[in-house]
Structures are given as structure tokens and as C-alpha cells.
DNA sequence: CTTGACTCTCCTGTAATGGGAGACCGGAGA
DNA sequence: TCTCCGGTCTCCCATTACAGGAGAGTCAAG
């Protein structure tokens, strides 16, 4: 009553590769209903037609086999569904960040080379609340986010900053953050001195001395995706006039997020820490 | 007047990691603008962040490296654009079947189990103008439309088929095409007897006798995408009889995108040949 | 001269298969 | 019974765009 099935015709009948049943069963994904003990030939149910079927749907999606698993052992549609749409979630993210790609690369391809302007400047020592954490590139919009949540918290904590943050949010990022893709940053937002002895709640968020630095300093325009142009246009000027790079990158966000939804308004200061050489 | 730069540098101009730009200049993609030929490092010069920076866009936008390597290198922005434009095209036509596998998900998880009707019928020989390929997977939907229309001008041609098409268009599928992904596929349309000796102009299209054949068979209705949940229930009843299965599975186009563009309205007869055991 | 930061090449690993080799298995015809 | 052919098995290698790390050479400053 429960006819078997050789992989050929489990694959006919599930538009799936003989090739990929196996490497699922290999990986977990998708156990054939028996396998010979002598032969080792697989056999599949006809009951496992509607599961191997939603394995090609979501491999479609580009969900990796990892999280097929995760869906399928899931026992409720409740965490069934969490899944899923968690990596939908990931999908949309990945669509928004395709468009800002084809409009930057517009930008580059049409643009007619609008340097930002670039000066040098000295910017003194501040105090700040800062949470710092190694984080890599593809996660940095993540925390950046919950970073300036974590930051905004800590500003409203009561006695903490009497007089509110003095200054834009910012945050360093040492020089093999770029390189490396992957290094601890440190995100900060600048405070009075706090009541001495102060001692904060939560420990994640510290009191930071932000040290003075002398830098090469350009405002980007838009969107952080696009950031790499001011970075290259800061680098290349520095590197023009022959002057030595020391300690980490800053970046300040005078207009981001919490000021408007509207990319193309943000304004990020970008400052390229230099010591002059001539 | 051209300072060079070291690859760490670079790399922070760029945002590309050190590893990337390696891997570039061993593509081919982008060349260091010199090599110490002792040391072998690498040195680049400023004014090839912009170039840097493009690629990083269309890497952004999943465009493979020799595909990048060709838009560098094509002379004139004609080409290059042409280029970009086809990856822009892949890129949506992902995109629409992305949302299409979304939309079989959501019918093959909450769906209530319809299984289509499966039928045993005897279809009779008929005359055909055919055209056979070897086409895989992932070309069919464009070889499909490409057949279509080639076997509609046919059709189209004086003299070829006085009564003009004699039942729908149809489709071939020997049984490895779906275990390889790849074999040898028949698009074809049935036509009355043509005139005795008469020649077909163009060399791709064919006179075939399609052989009868008995057959399980099932309409499949919605996009070709979900097919194979017909093949499936359709599999599951031929396997549950326990009957043979012999020659190409066959698809008829009953309802397809000649007639309406509204795909959730097509209809696509599948018959699965069988020979009786029992 | 030493130290530490930087760079080099080369090898291995990733994810999800495809391609192919070489061997075994099962049913059908001679 | 022998043989043939198609189906299946397990391995191993290739793909893409890098990342990670080993081991060694290089550069500039103290």
C-alpha cells in the first residue's frame, strides 16, 4: 500500500536532480524512506514528494540547505513560518540593497567627478558614551543600529549626560576594519562630563575618552552604501600630498536615521586621521 | 605627480579587502599599475579607485568576474552599458521567479492537498511539425517561447498545413531530462497530412510522427513554475498502481501565453506514458 | 640591529551541486 | 545460464569569489 520509489523516479517525479537527492539525504535535508543494507540503494515514499517539492521551493528562494532543515524539523507552523519569513526578511534587504548598488554605480558611471571638498582640521578631545564590539562588514548596518539604540538609551538614562549628548554620533574604525572586513568598532556619542563617580548601569555602554586628532576630513552626501567614493576621494588626496595615516578612521553622522528616512539627505563626516610629514 | 600606493592602502580607499584585490589582479579584472619585480608587491595608483569602486558595484550586483572584465574592458560606453543592462535583465527575470517560488510556497504549505485528477486515456498517432534541442534546465522557459515561434511561422507558411494546427501545441521530455537537467526536448504542433512530397523551407523544423501512446494524464493548472506538483500527484498515482512506465513524459500547452498572459489561468495537460502490468 | 607592521605565495575551505570514473545491481533476451 | 543494458552506488574533481592561515620575505622606525 506504500509503493516504494527508486531515486530515478522520485526524481521524475520531483523535478529534482538525482544528483541533489542524494547530496540531500548526505546532508540531512531529505532521508530516503529506506536504503538497502546490501546494495545501498535508496528508496523513497510517495509521501516525501510534497516535502522534497517544498525543499525545491525554497532552495529556489536561495535558502541554504542549513535552514531547509531547520524549516523542516520544525514542528509548528508557527516556527515553520518564523523561518520563512525571516528569510524573506533577508531576501527584501538583499533586493534594497541591489537598487541602491545599480543607482551608485549610476552615479559612478555618469557622474562628472564631484570631489568633495577636503580639509584639514584638528578635532579636540571629547567624552563619550560608547559601545564597542568586533563586528564584521556584512553586519555593520545591523549594529550600527542597535548601537545607536543602546547610545540613545544610555543619553536618556537619568544623571548620566545632564546636559544631553554634545555633539553628533560617530564611530571608529581602525584602519584593518577594511582590509580585513572584519574588526572592532566603537560606536560613541559625545557627553559632558558626567557627576564624578558616576557609574553606569548597563555594561555594555562605557565612558570613552575620545583622543584629539589632526585628520584630512570630507563630508559624504547620501547614502552609506556609496561611502566609498568620499573614502577614495579623502584617500586619494591624501595620498596626493604625501602625508603619513595613523590610528583609527572616524566617521560622524550629522544627518542619519533618526533625522530622516530619506537617504540622499544623510551627511556623514568622514575624518582620515594624518600626522604631517612635510 | 602619481604617488602609488601599497595594496593596504588601496584596500582602505576602496573598501575592497586585501584578499579581493589579489584575487582581482590573478582574474585579470584589475591590474596593479606596477610590480617591484624582486619583492612582488604590488602598487596601485590613484587614479584607479574609480575603476576599484565600479567593480565593487557590479560585484554588489552579483555580476560574475569575467562578466566585469569585459564591461572594463569595453571601449566605449555603447558596450558597456549593453552589458550592464543584460545583467540588469537576468537580475529581474530572478526576481520574478523569486516572487512566483514565494507564491507556490505559500500554496504548497497551506494548500489543502487538491491533487489534481489523473485519467488513463489512449492518445492517438499524429502527424506533427516538431523542433528537438538539447536544452537544460535552465534554458527551457526561453528555448519554449524561441520553439513556439518558430513552429507558428512554420505553421504560417502556404502549403505547409492546409487545415492549419489539428490540437495544441505540445512538448517531449524523455525521462533523463529531469534526473540530468539536460537532454533532448521536442516541442511540436499536430497538423492534418501534408501535401505528398512536400519540402519544409527552414532547416530546423521538422515533420514528425508523434506515436500513440497510453497514457496517465493530468491538467495541471497555474504557472509552468508549480508543474511539479502535477508531476508528483500524477507520479504518486502511477506508482500506487504499480505500473510501468515507458517513452517521454509529453506536456500539452492547452492554455498558455499566446492565449493569456495571466499565468495563474493557464492549463497544461501532462501525460505520463504507462503500460499496464496488472 | 631588532621589532612590528606589512606583504608575498601557496594551500585549504566554503555551498550546492555537476561531471565523470569505475564498480555493482537487476531484469530481459539469447 | 550468460550477457547486455540501463540504473545505481561511491569517490574524486571542478565550479565561484573569495576568507583563513602558514611560512617567509620586506620595509621603516627606534
Do not use: C
Amino acid at each position: 500500500m506504500a509503493p516504494l520509489l527508486t531515486i530515478g523516479e522520485f526524481s521524475r517525479m520531483t523535478h529534482l536532480s538525482v544528483k541533489a537527492l542524494r547530496h540531500y539525504h548526505d546532508m540531512g535535508v531529505l532521508e530516503p524512506a529506506a536504503i538497502d543494507p546490501f546494495t545501498g540503494y535508496r528508496s523513497y515514499d510517495a509521501t516525501q514528494v510534497v516535502p522534497a517539492q517544498v525543499i525545491r521551493r525554497l532552495r529556489d528562494l536561495g535558502m541554504p540547505l542549513d535552514s531547509i532543515r531547520s524549516v523542516l524539523v520544525a514542528p509548528d507552523l508557527e516556527t515553520r513560518n518564523r523561518e520563512i519569513a525571516a528569510h524573506l526578511g533577508r531576501m527584501e534587504r538583499q533586493l534594497a540593497q541591489t537598487q541602491a548598488s545599480v543607482a551608485g554605480l549610476r552615479a559612478l558611471l555618469a557622474g562628472p567627478e564631484v570631489r568633495p571638498a577636503v580639509e584639514y582640521r584638528k578635532i579636540p578631545a571629547v567624552t563619550a558614551l560608547a559601545v564597542a564590539q568586533v563586528v564584521s562588514a556584512a553586519d555593520l548596518a545591523t549594529w550600527g543600529s542597535d548601537a545607536l539604540g543602546a547610545l540613545s538609551d544610555a543619553l536618556a538614562t537619568d544623571g548620566v549626560a545632564p546636559g544631553g549628548a554634545t555633539g553628533p554620533f560617530g564611530a571608529l574604525f581602525p584602519g584593518d576594519f577594511f582590509e580585513l572586513e572584519r574588526s572592532e568598532i566603537t560606536a560613541f556619542v559625545p557627553v559632558g562630563s558626567p557627576p564624578a563617580g558616576f557609574e553606569l548601569p548597563d555594561g555594555t555602554v562605557r565612558l570613552l575618552e575620545i583622543p584629539a586628532v589632526e585628520a584630512a576630513i570630507a563630508v559624504h552626501e547620501g547614502p552609506l552604501d556609496d561611502i566609498d567614493r568620499t573614502y577614495g576621494a579623502l584617500g586619494t588626496v591624501v595620498a596626493e600630498r604625501a602625508i603619513g595615516v595613523d590610528g583609527p578612521i572616524r566617521e560622524y553622522y550629522l544627518i542619519g536615521f533618526p533625522e530622516t528616512e530619506d537617504e540622499s539627505k544623510h551627511r556623514t563626516e568622514v575624518a582620515w586621521p594624518v600626522f604631517l610629514t612635510s
